[in-house]
Antibody, heavy 119, light 109 residues
Framework: EVQLVESGGGLIQPGGSLRLSCAAS????????MSWVRQAPGKGLEWVSV???????YYADSVKGRFTISRDNSKNTLYLQMNSLRAEDTAVYYC?????????????WGQGTLVTVSS | EIVLTQSPATLSLSPGERATLSCRAS??????LAWYQQKPGQAPRLLIY???NRATGIPARFSGSGSGTDFTLTISSLEPEDFAVYYC???????????FGQGTKVEIK
């Protein structure tokens, strides 16, 4: 069964750092295109970052220079390193796999992990 | 940047009724549009990809149509489990980015 399980969320003070993890099962992270998508409380979905199978990475302007996406092939796990966190980064963070051929849709999604940035 | 605008924001319907949700793109996205369903406390679930293709396990009462800038998600006869928020989503080629509409909430009337 294809599954994604996020962890690492929590309460963090503004300016702090946090690393999210997304453990995959049923498929190989390094052979796929993987993304992070977030959802602020009561709001819609916002794409955050992507890592291609070849290793290229891209970011939304809102997190560029502060967040870093990476993966550990030996652990079949995706990561999101978040630095210089701001109150507006408060959200549930989902990892998701992009469709292999066209990269046009996300499936499956993890259950999400909540990040709260507050003093 | 392509902006997706969904309408209406809220749709109040009864079980058994037909639901018609709209997603309009600020410029053509060809047929590269997906739809997701999200229930409270849950992750989004893929319903439709490439405008009109149902994802695996999605009931036939869900259908998608459209191309270019105007797209529609139709639920032919609402079941109690269909009351949720629905998002459309598209991909931009360069720089790579993905955007979502603001969502349509389908609520019980």
């Amino acid at each position: 069964e294809v599954q994604l399980v996020e962890s690492g969320g929590g309460l963090i003070q503004p300016g702090g750092s946090l690393r999210l993890s997304c453990a995959a099962s049923g498929f190989t992270v390094s052979s796929n295109y993987m993304s992070w998508v977030r959802q602020a409380p009561g709001k819609g979905l916002e794409w955050v970052s992507v890592i291609y199978s070849g290793g290229s990475t891209y970011y939304a302007d809102s997190v560029k220079g502060r967040f870093t996406i990476s993966r550990d092939n030996s652990k079949n796990t995706l990561y999101l390193q978040m630095n210089s966190l701001r109150a507006e980064d408060t959200a549930v963070y989902y990892c998701a796999r992009l469709a292999a051929a066209a990269l046009n849709w996300f499936d499956p999604w993890g259950q999400g992990t909540l990040v709260t940035v507050s003093s | 940047e392509i902006v997706l605008t969904q309408s209406p924001a809220t749709l109040s319907l009864s079980p058994g009724e037909r639901a018609t949700l709209s997603c309009r793109a600020s410029q053509s996205v060809s047929s590269y549009l997906a739809w997701y369903q999200q229930k409270p406390g849950q992750a989004p679930r893929l319903l439709i990809y490439d405008a009109s293709n149902r994802a695996t396990g999605i009931p036939a009462r869900f259908s998608g149509s459209g191309s270019g800038t105007d797209f529609t998600l139709t639920i032919s006869s609402l079941e109690p489990e269909d009351f949720a928020v629905y998002y459309c989503q598209q991909r931009s080629n360069w720089p790579p980015s993905w955007t979502f509409g603001q969502g349509t909430k389908v609520e019980i009337k």
